[in-house]
């Protein structure tokens, strides 16, 4: 293993862990509402992304994408996808659906894989064609026992998987793209926080310099993880990158059931217990796959 993939390994590790101890941070702040502190993330990461941006003379991307109506208007979808998705985790999670907002993490690389095979026509190792079947038996049966959809960690898992295809389309980097999608949040969220919202937190200058700095935190909260994922996706084969992106989940589920007390019943359990067993396979397809390709 030579330094570079050592790096790769500590920049992924850390962006994933980030990424699954960031409920941590919507708990702290539960009190606020969710499109709060959605606008308060899409300003802050706005903020913070110009900064690196600056910073690593990445502008000459921008005036590419400006002058590009068509990668403009995919941005735009983009955009739209990312804020749900922010949306629907930040509600989760402060809602007591931490167990589903995991679920949906851990179904999504499974989706995004068929995604691949309807828009890409990627091919399916068996292995992984068997994994797919085996996490949709999985949702399906906690449908037919507990008679509801999850659907937040479908929605989870849909947003981020269609956003996904999108920014695949798009070829930005992970810095500028996600610069470009908060800059067209950017005017519904002031707009929100200025007209819209009726709370007494929205007001920045009527909160305290704790909450300020509380709120102001999203932006960093966001970004900094994105920063690990980059500086991995630089180093890594994205075969290895990808056993990582199980970490996040995982936290999460740990979070919830150890922390903040969220139950899991046993129908939830036989799921779950699917998914890993599907993502198992999953990853044992995709070796598989590496390994003919390289023949």
């Known amino acids: 293993m030579n330094e570079q993939t050592r790096l790769g390994i500590i920049y992924a590790i850390a962006g994933y862990v980030l990424w699954g101890l960031a409920p941590i941070y919507y708990k702290i702040i539960s009190e606020i509402s969710p499109l709060e502190i959605l606008s308060n993330r899409v300003i802050w990461s706005f903020v913070l992304l110009v900064i690196i941006v600056v910073l690593t003379r990445q502008g000459r991307q921008i005036l590419e994408v400006l002058m590009d109506t068509r990668r403009l208007l995919l941005t735009a979808g983009s955009a739209l996808l990312l804020g749900v998705n922010w949306l629907i985790f930040i509600w989760a999670i402060n809602n007591?659906?931490?167990?589903?907002?995991?679920?949906?993490?851990?179904?999504?690389?499974?989706?995004?894989?068929?995604?691949?095979?309807?828009?890409?026509?990627?091919?399916?190792?068996?292995?992984?064609?068997?994994?797919?079947?085996?996490?949709?038996?999985?949702?399906?049966?906690?449908?037919?026992?507990?008679?509801?959809?999850?659907?937040?960690?479908?929605?989870?898992?849909?947003?981020?998987?269609?956003?996904?295809?999108?920014?695949?389309?798009?070829?930005?980097?992970?810095?500028?793209?996600?610069?470009?999608?908060?800059?067209?949040?950017?005017?519904?969220?002031?707009?929100?926080?200025?007209?819209?919202?009726?709370?007494?937190?929205?007001?920045?200058?009527?909160?305290?310099?704790?909450?300020?700095?509380?709120?102001?935190?999203?932006?960093?909260?966001?970004?900094?993880?994105?920063?690990g994922f980059t500086a991995a996706a630089t180093r890594l084969d994205l075969s290895l990158l990808g056993f990582f992106q199980y970490l996040s989940p995982t936290i999460v589920f740990f979070l919830a059931i150890t922390f903040y007390g969220e139950q899991i019943n046993p129908t939830k359990m036989v799921t779950f217990s699917l998914i890993w067993l599907a993502l198992v396979i999953f990853s044992i397809g995709g070796v598989k796959k590496a390994r003919l390709q390289h023949v």
Not at 139 to 148: N, P, R
Request: charged content about 10%.
């Open 96 to 227: 007591g659906h931490m167990l589903e907002s995991s679920l949906g993490y851990y179904i999504n690389p499974l989706f995004s894989v068929v995604l691949g095979v309807l828009f890409f026509h990627e091919r399916l190792h068996p292995w992984q064609a068997a994994a797919v079947i085996l996490a949709f038996v999985g949702v399906m049966i906690q449908v037919v026992s507990l008679g509801e959809i999850p659907w937040v960690s479908l929605g989870l898992a849909f947003t981020f998987g269609i956003y996904g295809l999108l920014r695949k389309s798009l070829k930005l980097g992970a810095v500028t793209g996600l610069l470009f999608e908060t800059a067209i949040m950017l005017p519904i969220a002031l707009v929100y926080l200025k007209f819209i919202d009726p709370s007494h937190t929205s007001n920045f200058l009527h909160n305290s310099s704790d909450l300020n700095l509380l709120l102001m935190a999203a932006g960093v909260i966001t970004v900094l993880p994105l920063l």
